[in-house]
């Protein structure tokens, strides 16, 4: 019987690293359009996190300044001055407040690559009374909702007002 010195992969062989390499690139590219969809999304990341913070901030001068009293200080179902439900991301009004009655137009952002109208964006000011607190402790959630690309992105921030300033 007669051997060959000669060696090589075999068809299935040769199938089975063509399909390997295959999932691995797939998975690759998966891993480069998140990040780039991530990225992409990133300044609105940014300007969702301060407007919820701003809104919050907000709140917390008109408890400390007295320009609301702490019934005030709730959504309008529950006799207060925040809007119950979401509403564009708009300038404060005479109030200095946003998510109020008297908001302004949409607002802009001057960025160094250029002007951001914020349509497409929207908050929500939910304001709670803190069970077994009397009444003296409130839970703020603002959420900020905005798209980017095929997919709807929502940041949410929770923080807790007292009546005491």
């Given at each position: ?6 060696q090589g992969f075999s068809l299935v062989e040769t199938i089975v690293a063509i399909g390997v390499l295959t999932v691995g690139v797939l998975g690759a590219a998966g891993v ?72 302004g137009p949409i607002e802009t952002i001057v960025l160094p690559t250029g002007t951001i109208t914020l ?47």
């Amino acid at each position: 019987m007669q051997t060959s010195s000669e060696q090589g992969f075999s068809l299935v062989e040769t199938i089975v690293a063509i399909g390997v390499l295959t999932v691995g690139v797939l998975g690759a590219a998966g891993v480069l359009s998140a990040g780039m969809q991530n990225l992409s999304s990133s300044p609105s990341d940014v300007i969702v996190a301060q407007k919820a913070t701003e809104a919050v901030e907000s709140v917390f001068g008109a408890r400390d300044s007295h320009k609301l009293t702490w019934s005030q200080i709730n959504n309008v179902a529950n006799g207060g001055v925040f809007v119950d439900a979401a509403t564009s991301l708009t300038t404060a009004g005479n109030d200095g407040l946003v998510n109020t009655a008297d908001d302004g137009p949409i607002e802009t952002i001057v960025l160094p690559t250029g002007t951001i109208t914020l349509t497409g964006f929207t908050r929500k000011i939910a304001i709670a009374d803190v069970a077994g607190e009397n009444g003296e402790l409130r839970s703020i959630t603002v959420t900020v909702t905005y798209t980017s690309g095929p997919s709807k992105r929502t940041y949410t921030l929770t923080t807790l007002i007292s009546s005491y300033s």
